[in-house]
């Protein structure tokens, strides 16, 4: 789970933060939690979800895929 202290040591060193969450149900709620948390401090949060549905997690993607096609294979989702 993403918590505040993680949010706190990034926030350190960037102003933007890029999330990479499972391509299911649960990660999108997850995204939701997380921004709702967290987007009251100021540091932009960006989503990004594969389009390949099959696809469950980044790990699973790079198993498969090479970083030249990752542009290409995600995108940024508006959570609101």
């Given at each position: 789970a993403?918590s ?9 060193y ?9 391509n ?7 995204s939701s939690s ?17 389009k ?8 699973e ?6 970083v ?13």
């Open positions: 993403f505040k202290n993680h949010y706190m040591k990034l926030r350190r960037c102003d933007k933060i890029y999330f990479i969450l499972d299911d149900d649960a990660g999108i709620k997850s997380i921004y709702n948390k967290f987007n009251k401090y100021g540091t932009s949060l960006k989503f990004l979800k594969c390949i549905n099959e696809i469950k997690d980044i790990d993607y790079f198993a498969h895929n090479c030249s096609s990752f542009k290409k294979d995600f995108k940024l989702i508006n959570l609101f």
